[in-house]
């Protein structure tokens, strides 16, 4: 069957709160939807956030790249090549990941359905569950403590709490949060490049000094500095896991060769999609680092793509897949089955999702 169109659509859900980080502060889920056709009527569905702080991709670029490049390089492609439309995928145009990996999970829902079997199974996976953090946005004290509890209620045992805006207050931040959640809930710390070197450092053994319990310490500084996330994951006990600083298998391959962290966080729209993050997974692999997924500020389309990514790969020790549970109500239809800190898979075909709440416009060829 022959790919005979891919579409582009948009979505908006609210979110059951604002989402700060050190970098920006976003109400809404903005996202472009994807659509692949192929001449027999069988449709794969994909999913891209504009997060241009992170990786420059806009709402304009996504759909350019997707009907002005993507589209015209896999119009009439085999969907049995799979590898052949990846490799045009990922050469017709550089940077753009976003876009790519939106039309990387919708082929890789258009193939997985033409198996008749779930992608995750497809990949070669055969977990049924994964377990997610949930992220708490940086805000004064007393509001994250009330987020983080508000969670724990909520049945999370695992909360990422976001910093990196005040230097040492963000102790003070941690510290509240821990005395307020007690010691049996697991707290992640992303700082979103939001300190440099010495500074992490400093944080962070002042965290240890305190005896506060962190699993990992995500991105404590800006995304080009390999020497200081290296400085960072030698000096200090707690793991420090790359998020910024790696979009591709490349980037991946350095930073363990320079033990420049202890952890990567994949996400599909830093790889370009799943094609690229089974690159990183093996690479990791080899080198015997685990891995994070994780997902920017995305719905339950995309999610549900790195869902299925996780449940396939033993190498995915850790999930922070909670787009879904941070929107106000899900307009989907089908899908894994999202219940607070739990995902659970399902085994209809493909990524799962029946119904997609945009219209798609046919482009004219
Ligand atoms: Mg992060």
Known sequence: MRICDIQAGEVRIPLRKPFRTALRTVENVEDILVRVVTDDGAEGFGEAPPTAVITGDTRGSIITAVRDFIRPALIGMEIENTEGIFQKLNHCMVKNTSAKAAVDMAIYDLFAKRCGLPLYQVLGGAAREIETDLTISVNEIGQMVEDSLEAVQRGYRILKIKVGKEGLKDVERIAAIREAVGPKVSLRVDANQGWDARQSVRIIRALEDKGINIELVEQPVPAWDFEGMKFVTSHVDTPILADESVFSAQDAIRLIQERAADLINIKLMKTGGIYNALKICSAAEIYGVECMIGCMLESKLAVSAAA?????????????????????????EGG??????????MDAPGIGITRVPCSFLPEES
């Open 308 to 332: 299925h990514l996780a449940a396939a790969r033993t190498v995915i020790t850790k999930a922070d897949l909670d787009g879904p549970s941070l929107c106000l109500f899900d307009p989907y």
């Open 336 to 345: 894994p089955e999202y219940r607070e800190n739990m995902i659970y898979m």
